[in-house]
């Protein structure tokens, strides 16, 4: 009965919030899927009523946890469109932020791909060298065979950097996994996550972009993921003038390009992909093979 009227006065509280929205902007929604302005009573036949909102039945449902809820915005035009709302999963959305957990993801994606050049000589690369530098006895010095000798002066280089030499590791599978979690919880926890419905942009100008971006208050570095890798011609030829607005496809969503671009841009479809992966591999029953060490196949 608690349980109920809680939901219930949440549902009033946002449909108050709406409410209180759509008439500060001069408009409210109708029965008849008409759009009508509140100011002067005219209506628009060819918008159809937008869902405040959306229902969404969750994968392994949150049993001592209440789903978190994001707003669905638009892109076809500068002015930001509240399209609806949907309720996301807290196992993925919103987990324990794990700094620790972050600076390993974030430590291993810097390290697999560097290798050092770094390289130094032997004894047998250096230069000269070739003859015994004074006899072995009858001098009343020490025994040498080679003025190259790492213990002479411009000989050769014991345990020094030989190149090249990768730095490459595989991280844990569930430091990878709860990664992902803590970066996309930290960006949700921070309004810094936005889902939208598509990502298709009515221009290919790039000044479209920077206007939407200044008009909704979105950071200067924004990241925007779908679930395809064909991206839209629009925001595509947008995107290709600045290096801080980029594009990428789910499958290639890591917790490096989330935590260097400001601002999250999820597409409705990219983010249930991400969910449902996540959640199955929270919940996969093979999960003993998967956390067993790494190995590269020869």
């Known amino acids: 009965m608690l349980s109920k009227i809680t939901s219930n006065s949440s549902l009033l509280f946002v449909r108050r919030i709406v409410l209180t929205k759509l008439l500060h902007t001069g408009s409210a929604v109708k029965n008849d899927n008409t759009l009508v302005d509140v100011q002067n009573g005219t209506s628009f036949e060819n918008r159809p009523s937008i869902p405040i ?25 500068v002015e930001e469109e509240k399209l609806g709302m949907i309720n996301i999963h807290p196992d993925v959305f919103a987990s324990l932020p794990r700094v620790d957990v972050l600076h390993e993801n974030i430590r291993w994606q810097q390290l697999y791909r560097h290798v050092s050049y770094a ?30 000798s790492p213990i002479w002066k411009g000989g050769g280089i014991v345990h020094g950097p030989r190149s090249p030499t990768p730095y490459f590791y595989m991280l844990g599978f569930d430091a990878r996994l709860n990664g992902l979690r803590a970066a996309l919880s930290v960006k949700l926890a921070q309004d810094d996550l936005h889902v939208v419905d598509s990502l ?3 221009s290919d100008n790039p000044s479209f972009l920077e206007d939407l971006v200044e008009e909704r208050g979105w950071g200067p570095s924004v990241l925007f993921v779908d679930d395809n890798d064909l991206m839209p ?7 290709e003038a600045y290096g801080h607005f980029n594009l990428m496809p789910v499958y290639g969503l890591n917790v490096y390009s989330m935590l260097k671009h400001q601002t999250l841009v999820l597409t409705l479809a990219a983010l249930e992909r991400i969910e449902e992966r996540i959640l199955f591999h929270l919940h996969r029953n093979d999960a003993m093979e998967i956390r067993q060490k790494f190995k590269l196949d020869h």
């Open 53 to 77: 909102l959306t229902s969404r039945k969750l994968d392994f449902p949150p049993k001592f946890r209440s789903p978190r809820q994001v707003w669905i915005s638009n892109l076809d035009a």
């Open 119 to 148: 390289n130094t000589k032997v004894k047998h690369e250096v230069r000269g060298g070739g003859r015994k530098p004074r006899p072995q006895k009858g001098m009343g010095r020490s025994r040498h065979g080679s003025i190259r």
């Open 200 to 202: 298709e942009v009515p």
């Open 233 to 239: 011609f629009n925001i595509t030829a947008a995107t």
